[in-house]
């Protein structure tokens, strides 16, 4: 069982509607990271926190808004989207290991199927 | 420009019939080499974590393998059961983990 929680599985929304991502992860990770996945593509990294700090935007649209409220929680907020923004949203946790001169491992979640009519 | 190149890109075998995936990276000052791996509409599962040239890890029928250039994944004797996307990741610093396009992996009964 992944340890990383994303809600909900699917959601199809008209690009006008204001809907959210959730992802909890309970592994004490304090990077989380928000990833868009496209059918045959590898994941495409958008936002990253980094104890509960924004670390990198990568030029994503202001559509999409991301908010971390506390270490185990990260949101992405949705507002009028395009069509073409439909794909899987994967969130991810790593645990901090610079200390120790390396990283860790991403752990991702199941995803969450978004739909944009 | 950091860069992995996975191949090949999509991969049938037999029950049975052992292969290797190759992952080719281009990434300066290499801090880690994961594999995953993707089954349709799920997220990736971590597989494995390589760190250094020489190093090798295992688990069940796959054994992965990490030179200065490049990362095999191999897969013994395989079942219909691991057929999936095979990713691996190159770590580059600053939360970027470059990852390649996958390999495909169909094996037949």
């Known amino acids: 069982d992944t340890e990383v929680t994303q809600t909900p599985k699917h959601l199809v929304m008209g690009m006008t509607n204001k809907k959210s991502l959730k992802c909890e992860q309970h592994?004490?990770?304090?990077?989380m990271y928000w990833y868009k996945q496209k059918a045959k593509k590898p994941p495409e990294l958008m936002f990253v926190y980094s104890y509960e700090k924004l670390s990198i935007n990568e030029s994503v649209p202001s559509r999409f808004s991301p908010e971390c409220p506390n270490s185990s929680l990260l949101n992405l907020h949705l507002h009028a989207l395009q069509p073409e923004d439909s794909a899987l949203y994967l969130c991810a946790s790593s645990q901090d290991l610079r200390g120790q001169g390396r990283t860790g491992e991403l752990f991702f979640g199941e995803g969450s199927r978004l739909t944009v009519l | 420009e950091d860069q992995v190149t996975q191949s090949p890109e999509a991969l049938r075998l037999q029950e049975g019939e052992s292969s290797s995936l190759n992952c080719s990276y281009t990434?300066?000052?290499?801090?880690?080499l994961f594999w995953y791996r993707q089954d349709p509409g799920k997220g990736p599962e971590f597989l494995f974590t390589l760190y250094s040239a020489g190093e090798e890890k295992e688990k069940e029928r796959l054994k992965a393998t990490l030179t200065k250039k490049e990362s095999f994944l191999h897969i013994t004797a395989p079942k219909p059961e691991d057929s999936a996307t095979y990713l691996c990741a190159g770590y580059s610093g600053t939360y970027k983990y470059i990852f390649g396009t996958g390999t495909r992996l169909k094996v037949l009964a």
């Open positions: 990434v300066s000052g290499l801090r880690g």
């Open positions: 592994m004490g990770h304090r990077a």
